[in-house]
C-alpha cells in the first residue's frame, strides 16, 4: 500500500522529447508537491498545489507544466527536454502546510535521462 | 533571511559508536524543524520532527534530535550505530513566509563495520 506513488521509476529520453511522470497519493492529503533532486543531491521545490490549485511556482521553466486533475493525483508535464533536464523528481504530498508543521511524505522518485 | 545549514557534508563513525550529524537554523519566528533519511535510490523517508515541547524528540529506527534553541541546532543522535545507517540525511526548518520546508545541502553518513 504505497502511499505516495509516482512512475515511471527511470526514464531515459533524448533531447527535444516531451514527457510525463504521473504521481497518486492515497493518504487523503490536500496538498502536493514536485521536488527536483540534481547531481549533488541539493533539494529544490518546483510547484506545489493545493486541492489541485497552484499555490507555488518556483522559478522552473514553462517547459515544465503540473497538473493536478485532483486532489489526490499530480503529474509533471516537461517539454522539449534538455540535458539539463536530468535529474530525480520526487512527487510528496502533506495536508496543508499553515500554523501546524505537517509531514511531507514522498514517493521514490523518478530518475530522468535526458541523452 | 531564513535557512538551514548541514556544515558535514559526511560524517564516518565506526558501528556500535554513537553518532552524531548536525543542523543549525536560522528563522525569524519559532522554528519547526525536521529530519529526513534517503537510502541509495529511494525516496527520503520522514525520520521525527521538532514542533513544540520537549526538546529531545525520538523517531524512527532509534533516532533522536536535540532542539537547542540558544544555538539554533537541531543535531540528529542515535546512541549505537548500525551499518544500515548509511544513507543520506537531510535536515529541514519550515519557511515562515510560506510555511514550506527549507532543506539543507544533506550528510552522508558512513557507518564503518
Redesign the interface.
Known amino acids: 500500500d504505497t502511499a505516495?506513488s509516482q512512475t515511471p521509476k527511470y526514464l531515459v529520453t533524448q533531447m527535444g522529447n516531451d514527457k510525463s511522470i504521473k504521481c497518486e497519493q492515497n493518504l487523503g492529503h490536500d496538498t502536493m508537491y514536485w521536488y527536483k533532486q540534481d547531481s549533488?543531491?541539493?533539494?529544490?521545490?518546483m510547484f506545489?498545489y493545493n486541492n489541485k490549485e497552484l499555490i507555488?511556482n518556483e522559478t522552473v521553466p514553462n517547459r515544465f507544466s503540473p497538473k493536478s486533475p485532483d486532489k489526490a493525483h499530480l503529474n509533471l508535464h516537461i517539454n522539449s527536454l534538455e540535458l539539463g533536464d536530468s535529474a530525480v523528481y520526487?512527487c510528496?504530498s502533506s495536508q496543508l502546510?499553515?500554523i501546524?508543521?505537517n509531514?511531507?511524505?514522498?514517493?521514490?522518485?523518478s530518475?530522468l535521462t535526458v541523452v | 533571511a531564513q535557512s538551514v545549514a548541514q556544515p558535514e557534508d559526511q560524517v564516518k563513525v565506526a558501528e556500535g559508536n554513537p553518532l552524531t550529524v548536525k543542523c543549525t537554523y536560522s528563522v525569524s519566528g519559532n522554528p519547526?524543524l525536521?529530519w529526513?533519511v534517503?537510502y541509495p535510490?529511494?525516496?527520503?523517508?520522514?525520520l521525527l520532527?521538532y514542533?513544540t515541547g520537549d526538546n529531545l524528540v525520538k523517531g524512527s529506527y532509534g533516532f533522536e534530535a536535540e532542539f537547542n534553541k540558544s544555538q539554533t541546532s537541531f543535531h540528529l543522535k542515535k546512541p549505537s550505530a548500525l551499518v544500515s545507517d548509511s544513507a543520506?540525511y537531510?535536515c529541514a526548518v519550515?519557511d515562515d513566509s510560506?510555511?514550506?520546508?527549507i532543506?539543507g545541502?544533506?550528510t552522508k553518513l558512513i557507518i564503518k563495520p
Open positions: 505516495v549533488k543531491k541539493f533539494l529544490k521545490i506545489s507555488i520526487f510528496a502546510q499553515g501546524s508543521g509531514t511531507i511524505y514522498f514517493g521514490e522518485g530518475w | 519547526y525536521f529526513y534517503q535510490n529511494r525516496g527520503l523517508q520522514f520532527k514542533i543520506l537531510f519550515r510560506n510555511y514550506q520546508l532543506w545541502a544533506g
